[in-house]
Nanobody, 127 residues
């Protein structure tokens, strides 16, 4: 599967952005999807994930819980990440990825649990 993230850009602290991850080459149905981010000089970190089972489960990092929302549209093969109440420290390149395991029981939160990554989209938040 090929993933293409978009929707990044510049924003002021407190603003909102919507990131979009479009998949092609394979349906995302049944696969968990995740968002990670990497700030300059830092390691890639988990942001949010959504499971691939019938009962949809989501999981967020503590840094974004309550501010970001991950959703999926399997019919359109798209995963979204709504970024609300942005903070300066949210500045990073955001990557979407697909879980390597079909219908994983838990929500994947580790980079090694994902096998397809998009090129990323830059989010810059000014305070």
């Amino acid at each position: 599967v090929q993933l293409q993230a978009s929707g990044g850009g510049s924003a002021q602290a407190g603003d909102s952005l919507i990131l979009r991850c479009a998949a092609s080459g394979r349906d995302i149905f049944g696969y968990g999807m995740g968002w990670f981010r990497q700030a300059s000089g830092k390691e890639r970190e988990f942001v949010a994930a959504i499971g691939g089972r019938t009962v949809i489960r989501t999981f967020y990092s503590d840094d974004v819980k309550g501010r970001f929302t991950i959703t999926r549209d399997d019919g359109e093969n798209i995963v979204y990440l709504n970024l609300n109440r942005l903070k300066f420290e949210d500045t990073a390149i955001y990557y979407c990825a697909s879980d390597r395991e079909y219908r994983r029981l838990d929500v994947a939160t580790l980079p090694d649990e994902y096998d397809n990554w998009g090129p990323g989209t830059l989010v810059t938040v000014s305070s």
